[in-house]
């Protein structure tokens, strides 16, 4: 299990609070999204986040991500 270091921690939290976009890894694939929120559900840290172009809603798991980049 993967686990996110402070800095990745520090970007990821950063960008909910100021609406911007990251960057995220899991499992070879990469996800352009805008975080909405985190929230703790079953013991396992969930981010809600947001296709930018789209609009579509995705559900991602702290747990299962490889890293968090912020898009600057």
Same mark, same amino acid.
């Given at each position: 299990?993967?686990?996110?270091?402070?800095?990745?921690?520090? &970007?990821?939290?950063?960008? =909910?609070?100021?609406?911007?976009?990251?960057?995220?890894?899991? @499992?070879? !694939?990469?996800? #352009?999204?805008?975080?909405?929120?985190?929230?703790? &559900?079953?013991?396992?840290? =969930?981010?809600?986040?947001?296709?930018?172009?789209?609009?579509? @809603?995705? !559900?991602?798991? #702290?747990?299962?991500?490889?890293?968090?980049?912020?898009?600057?």
């Amino acid at each position: 299990m993967p686990q996110l270091t402070t800095a990745q921690y520090d &970007a990821l939290e950063h960008a =909910i609070t100021a609406g911007t976009r990251i960057v995220v890894m899991r @499992r070879g !694939t990469e996800y #352009v999204v805008v975080p909405k929120r985190l929230v703790l &559900a079953g013991g396992r840290e =969930i981010v809600e986040a947001m296709h930018p172009t789209t609009g579509h @809603r995705l !559900t991602l798991f #702290v747990d299962e991500m490889d890293s968090v980049e912020a898009v600057r």
